[in-house]
């Protein structure tokens, strides 16, 4: 059975760093597209970055792209994203997901809270 476990949200300033982490298991890790994904309340689940299995190649939605950092690590299962320059419209609960491609993920995480002050 395919986990993913997301860790490392909480309250952060506007202006500061956070960093989200994703163990997976169940799966071979290394083989699969592995993707970050937010929701704020009221609004729909939105793409944030992508990463392909090997890593080499990564994808990002114009509203983190500069900010944010998309990464993984196939020996550790595990996925990353570093938040730096942080603002309060990236206040969401964020998810983790796995999938043959980037355009196809079939397993989710529960997801972290990570909310911004001003």
């Known amino acids: 059975q395919v986990q993913l476990i997301e860790s490392g949200g909480g309250l952060a300033q506007a202006g500061g760093s956070l960093r989200l982490s994703c163990a997976a298991s169940?799966?071979?890790?290394?083989?699969?597209?592995m993707g970050w994904f937010r929701q704020a309340p009221g609004k729909e689940r939105e793409f944030v970055a992508g990463i392909i299995w090997s890593g080499s190649s990564t994808y990002y939605a114009d509203s983190v792209k500069g900010r944010f950092t998309i990464s993984r690590d196939n020996a550790k299962n595990t996925l990353y994203l570093q938040m730096n320059s942080l603002k309060p419209e990236d206040t969401a609960l964020y998810y983790c997901?796995?999938?043959?491609?980037?355009?196809?993920?079939?397993?989710w995480g529960r997801g972290t809270q990570v909310t911004v002050s001003t």
């Open positions: 997901a796995t999938g043959p491609s980037l355009r196809d993920y079939d397993y």
């Open positions: 169940g799966r071979i890790f290394r083989s699969y597209a």
